[in-house]
């Protein structure tokens, strides 16, 4: 009798627990509306309707935010927008979902690039490589991205980004 309370309390947690975990989807089942919705995301991107693109990718990561393709999609299109920022972050989120997806690795590399950080892209294609074990089609683009360096903007706001060692202000201060 005094047990009475403690045992239909945990039979009842049991039950919701037990219910909850039957209730949820494998995570390779991902939602079919979102995968149409990338379809349509994925063809305004292909037809340079960026603004369509992102609103129908977004849309889908809202339905299913387990939808892989749509964050790599949708880091595409912040690539095509020039926000390599952006793009990086959203390949982050679809390498969080899968580690080892040799297209969001390649593309989030093209992106650092496009940022001007080479070293990281570098790291990337290392990590890409030894992810396909031989010549890849992911492998092969980040390594001409590399080879192509990131755009002259770039490359002109890092050159005058460098500040001159405080002994070096100092001196030309005094020379004034």
Excluded: H, W
Excluded at 16 to 31: C, E, F, H, P
Excluded at 80 to 86: I, M, R, V
Excluded at 148 to 169: F, L, N, R, T
């Amino acid at each position: 009798m005094r047990f009475s309370p403690v045992a239909i309390g945990l039979s009842l947690t049991l039950l919701a627990v037990s219910s909850g975990v039957n209730g949820q989807k494998a995570d390779d089942q991902i939602n079919p509306k979102s995968i149409a919705l990338l379809a349509e995301g994925q063809a305004a991107l292909r037809a340079g309707n960026l603004e369509a693109a992102n609103d129908a990718l977004e849309t889908a990561l809202a339905i299913d935010p387990r939808n892989r393709s749509a964050f790599v999609a949708l880091g595409r299109v912040a690539q095509a927008q020039q926000l390599p920022g952006k793009a990086i972050r959203m390949y982050f989120e679809a390498l969080s979902l899968e580690p080892n997806d040799l297209n969001a690795l390649s593309a989030q590399g093209e992106a650092m690039v496009q940022k001007g950080a080479i070293e990281r892209a570098r790291a990337n294609l290392a990590r890409v490589r030894s992810l396909c074990k031989s010549e890849c089609a992911p492998a092969q683009q980040l390594a001409a991205a590399i080879a192509k360096g990131p755009p002259p903007a770039v490359v002109a706001a890092q050159s005058s980004d460098k500040v001159p060692p405080k002994g070096q202000e100092q001196s030309t201060a005094g020379q004034k």
